[in-house]
Nanobody, 124 residues
Framework: QVQLVESGGGLVQAGGSLRLSCAVSGPPFATYERGWFRQAPGKEREFVATIIWNGATLRYADSVKGRFTISRDNTKNTVYLQMNSLKPEDTAVYYC?????????????????WGQGTQVTVTS
């Protein structure tokens, strides 16, 4: 049974920082692509960032480029999302996801394993 568990969400003022973590247990996830998505109330789930197994390929949504950094530690089966210069529009539930290796994807439907989500709230 695959399990993804996010942590690190919380309440922060605009301009502040948070680091999200996502630990994975189950099959060998070291080769899996790992992504972060978010969903604000009343909106669809949207792509934030993704990283392939060796970190050689990264993708970011335009809205977070230059502010967020995705990284992974395969020895700990953990992926991170460092979020700096946070804005109120970054407020959402953040989900980590995993998928078998393949063409890099930014689409939620291509990911088959999901965490339960962690709330990030940015106040102005």
């Amino acid at each position: 049974q695959v399990q993804l568990v996010e942590s690190g969400g919380g309440l922060v003022q605009a301009g502040g920082s948070l680091r999200l973590s996502c630990a994975v247990s189950g099959p060998p996830f070291a080769t899996y692509e790992r992504g972060w998505f978010r969903q604000a109330p009343g909106k669809e789930r949207e792509f934030v960032a993704t990283i392939i197994w060796n970190g050689a390929t990264l993708r970011y949504a335009d809205s977070v480029k230059g502010r967020f950094t995705i990284s992974r530690d395969n020895t700990k089966n953990t992926v991170y999302l460092q979020m700096n210069s946070l804005k109120p529009e970054d407020t959402a539930v953040y989900y980590c996801a995993a998928r078998p290796p393949g063409v890099v994807s930014t689409k939620p439907r291509d990911y088959n394993s999901w965490g339960q989500g962690t709330q990030v709230t940015v106040t102005s």
